[in-house]
């Protein structure tokens, strides 16, 4: 097994929305805000090389929205997900497996492009398999007026539309073992209904890709709440649990949303348990 940070391109939400609660004067301190109160953020996802397989983990907000909806999000930088695919050899016709965190836009929006003449939608990874989970599906498609606005149907409909849609099987319990994409997944209620943050065993390691549970370094203290997670009390007990696992069983904590850090490890302190250690990817697996 081999595996890579992908970059999909950078953008900025409002911190405020970002940290809930928290007041800007202590949130700054770890992610500092421009002038318009937004905070830079990632859409880093995660390519898994197995044998004949090649399993991306999320793959960002995609391209096919209008300026209007991407003027609300401020995208900066080069990255996209075409040039970190051709970075190492691949291309998005070489994907065998697309595995969604969830269905938000910004973790599921490149899953589907326009088709060549614009006048209707088709898969962006046209041999790829499309995994979710039934209850989140059902969620994401009958979506409440809180989250409305982030699960857009251009995003869900075309992919169960062309028969690529796969659900992953859950037996129950928050934790299990999956046979379809062969990793662990932690299944979490608060951000979203039946969130899934895959484990990854790796070169000795586990690397748990933190999606919105964790969105950044300046989210590992508990009370770190989104604004957008939809019961916020769960969240808190979910996070309690699984920063405490982290810093006991030293897994490393991989970012979907920091834009500056691509790894870290946890560790228990008096006042809870918090960051130990950043690192990137090269740092702690590519090393010599």
């Not at 401020?74 to 691949?90: P, T, V």
């Not at 979907?256 to 809870?272: M, R, V, Y």
Request: net charge negative.
């Amino acid at each position: 097994m081999t595996i890579y940070p992908i970059e999909t391109g950078n953008f900025k939400l409002d911190g405020g929305a970002m940290f809930g609660v928290v007041p800007k004067s202590i949130w700054t301190r770890t992610n500092p805000a421009d002038n318009n109160n937004m905070i830079d953020l990632a859409a880093r996802c995660l390519l898994i090389e197995e044998g004949k397989r090649l399993i991306l983990i999320d793959n960002g907000l995609g391209n096919k929205q209008s300026e209007k909806f991407f003027s609300y999000y401020y995208r900066w930088g080069n990255h996209s997900l075409d040039k970190s695919l051709a970075a190492l050899g691949f291309h998005r016709d070489d994907i065998t497996d697309v595995f969604l965190t969830h269905l938000h836009f910004d973790h599921c929006g490149g899953s589907i492009q326009w088709n060549k003449d614009k006048t209707g939608y088709e898969p962006a990874f046209k041999n790829a398999k499309f995994w979710s989970n039934a209850e989140h599906w059902q969620w994401a498609t009958n979506p409440n007026a809180r989250e409305k606005a982030s699960f857009l149907k251009e995003n869900l409909l075309p992919m169960e539309e062309s028969g690529h849609l796969y659900f992953i099987d859950r037996i129950g319990g928050a934790f299990q073992n999956t046979s379809e994409v062969g990793f662990g997944v932690l299944f979490a209620d608060g951000h979203t209904e039946k969130q899934m943050l895959p484990h990854i065993n790796y070169k000795g390691k586990t690397v748990v890709f933190t999606a919105d549970l964790i969105p950044t370094v300046g989210h590992i203290p508990l009370p770190y709440v989104m604004g957008y997670d939809t019961r916020p009390l769960l969240t808190l007990g979910e996070k309690s649990s699984f920063v405490e696992t982290v810093a006991e069983k030293d897994y490393l904590l991989f970012f979907e949303h920091d834009a500056h850090n691509q790894l870290c490890t946890l560790k228990k302190t008096e006042k809870g348990v918090r960051l130990d250690q950043t690192f990137t990817f090269d740092e702690v697996f590519n090393s010599h």
